[in-house]
């Protein structure tokens, strides 16, 4: 019934910056967590950050820490990552998800998540 589409991604050099965003559409979407992934070729699907449904609390990877910002506009029903000072190996294409628990919110892997989006590419050139 949720339903995520990423966009915002795209070309940018080291340092950028970049702010994907996630769309999303499906009554109650504001009243469940999101979290970005990213994939990069040949990787496994790592979370980089998390927010809850209100916003109130985040949570970051040690990986993006400090560089990156996950919001969220319930009004807009949308959901950013604002990514400052990117680096080469932050190259991946980066999902946006949500879990199908209301009270589901953190780092958790993959299997947590039930709504997907279709990713975004993300590439940092030096």
């Known amino acids: 019934q949720v339903q995520l589409v990423e966009s915002g991604g795209g070309l940018v050099h080291a340092g950028g910056p970049l702010r994907p965003l996630c769309a999303a559409s499906?009554?109650?979407?504001?009243?469940?967590?999101v979290a970005w992934f990213r994939q990069a070729p040949g990787k496994e699907r790592v979370v980089v950050a998390a927010?809850?449904?209100?916003?109130?609390?985040?949570d970051y990877a040690d990986s993006v820490k400090g560089r990156f910002i996950i919001s969220r506009d319930n009004a807009k029903n949308t959901v950013y990552l604002q990514m400052n000072s990117p680096k080469v190996e932050d190259t991946s294409v980066y999902y946006c998800?949500?879990?199908?628990?209301?009270?589901?919110?953190?780092?958790?892997?993959?299997?947590?998540?039930?709504?997907w989006g279709q990713g975004t590419q993300v590439t940092v050139s030096s």
């Open positions: 998800a949500s879990p199908e628990s209301v009270y589901y919110y953190g780092l958790g892997g993959a299997s947590l998540y039930a709504y």
């Open positions: 927010i809850n449904w209100s916003g109130s609390a985040t």
């Open positions: 499906g009554r109650g979407w504001t009243n469940l967590a």
